[in-house]
């Protein structure tokens, strides 16, 4: 499986959460958090300090794992904002040259 469709694959577990909701949802919990967007935010944030740090000590297997939280969160964000992959593919192909 390759990169890409991970993160397609992520994606569109959440967009499912975000119609259909599951009790206990990780999720769910984001999407419909009183707080809304912030809380998202918040926690894109956090993960970016966290890669940064683990990137700062030379920490490998941090940086990876907190790399796929700011992915994740990231993947929430644009959800959220009805943003597709194939817009930030789209943008991405455009900036090559």
Known sequence: MSSISVLEDVYDVIEDRK???VEGSYVCSLLKHNKGMDKILEKIGEESTEVILAAKNGQKDRIIEESCDLFFHMLVMLSANNITLDEISAEM???RH
């Open 93 to 95: 192909k455009g900036r």
């Open 19 to 21: 119609e259909n909701a």
